[in-house]
Nanobody, 127 residues
Framework: QVQLVESGGGLVQAGGSLRLSCAAS????????MGWFRQAPGKEREFVAT????????YYADSVKGRFTISRDNAKNTVYLQMSSLKPEDTAVYSC????????????????????WGQGTQVTVSS
């Protein structure tokens, strides 16, 4: 049974930082590309960042580029999202997702490509 469990969300002031973690189990983590998505109230889910299984390739939404950093530790089966210079518009439920990959440079931007999803963690940024 595959499980993706996010943690690290919370309430932070604008300009602050948070680090989200997503612990994976029940899958061969090193063969999966990982992604972070978010959904704000009343809005559609949107892509945030993705990383290849090797960690060598990453891609970010324009709205977070330069402020967020995605990384992974395959020995710990965990993917991270370091968020800095947070803005109120970053407020959302953040979810991680996994997609099987046969290439160390593959990553996915579309939510439709992902096979497994976590339940999400709330991030609230106050102004």
């Amino acid at each position: 049974q595959v499980q993706l469990v996010e943690s690290g969300g919370g309430l932070v002031q604008a300009g602050g930082s948070l680090r989200l973690s997503c612990a994976a189990s029940g899958l061969t983590f090193r063969t999966y590309a990982m992604g972070w998505f978010r959904q704000a109230p009343g809005k559609e889910r949107e892509f945030v960042a993705t990383i290849s299984w090797s960690g060598g390739a990453t891609y970010y939404a324009d709205s977070v580029k330069g402020r967020f950093t995605i990384s992974r530790d395959n020995a710990k089966n965990t993917v991270y999202l370091q968020m800095s210079s947070l803005k109120p518009e970053d407020t959302a439920v953040y979810s991680c997702a996994a997609v099987p990959s046969f290439s160390g440079s593959y990553y996915a931007v579309s939510a439709n490509e992902y096979r497994y999803w976590g339940q999400g963690t709330q991030v609230t940024v106050s102004s």
